[in-house]
C-alpha cells in the first residue's frame, strides 16, 4: 500500500509541477519563446536540486509549454532536450551555484531549434538565449533559492 501511495504523490506532484511550469511560460507567451526570451518558469528547474524527482514534471512542463511555440515542433525536440540536459546536470551537482549554470549551458540545444526554426544566425542566438538563461536563473534563481534551502521545514515539505 506504501507503494501505490508514493506512486499516486509522484504522479500528483509530476503533474502539479508540469502544469505550474506549462502555465507559467504560456501566460506570457509573447516573451517565453523566440530569441527574445524571458522564460521565468525556468527558476522551477532548480527544484531538480532538492529533489530529482521534480524532473519529469519540469521535462514533461516544458514539452507542452512548447507546443504553444512560434516553432512549434522544432522548439518542442530542441527546448526539450534543453530541459533534460539542465535537469540531467542539476540532480549532479554539488552546489547550488554549479545547478544554476546547467541551464545555462543546455541553451545550445534550444538556441539550435531557434537558429533553425527561425534563419538566425547560431552564434548570436546562442548569445543571447544564455544571457536570458543567466539573468533567469542565475541572478534570480540563485539567491530565492539560497533563501528557500535555509529554511529546513519548507525544504522538508518540497522532499518527495
Not at 501505490?4 to 509573447?30: C, E, G, L, N
Not at 526570451?37 to 519540469?58: C, H
Not at 516544458?62 to 511555440?69: H, K, M, P, Q, Y
Not at 534563419?119 to 539567491?143: C, D, H, K, N, R
Request: charged share 10%.
Amino acid at each position: 500500500m506504501e507503494n501505490v501511495s508514493f506512486k499516486v504523490r509522484f504522479m500528483a506532484i509530476t503533474a502539479v509541477t508540469a502544469a505550474i511550469y506549462m502555465v507559467a511560460t504560456v501566460a506570457i507567451a509573447p516573451i517565453s519563446f523566440n530569441v527574445v526570451q524571458l522564460r521565468l518558469s525556468e527558476v522551477m528547474v532548480l527544484l531538480a536540486f532538492i529533489d530529482k524527482k521534480y524532473g519529469p514534471g519540469l521535462i514533461l512542463g516544458c514539452f507542452i509549454a512548447n507546443l504553444f511555440s512560434p516553432i512549434w515542433m522544432i522548439d518542442v525536440v530542441f527546448g526539450t532536450l534543453g530541459t533534460v540536459i539542465a535537469v540531467f546536470g542539476i540532480v549532479r551537482s554539488k552546489s547550488l551555484f554549479m545547478a544554476t549554470l546547467w541551464p545555462v549551458i543546455s541553451m545550445v540545444s534550444v538556441a539550435a531549434g531557434i537558429a533553425i526554426g527561425s534563419s538566425l544566425p547560431y552564434i548570436p542566438t546562442l548569445l543571447t538565449v544564455m544571457a536570458e538563461e543567466f539573468a533567469v536563473v542565475v541572478i534570480i534563481g540563485y539567491p530565492l533559492f539560497k533563501i528557500l534551502l535555509k529554511n529546513e521545514k519548507l525544504v522538508n515539505l518540497l522532499k518527495f
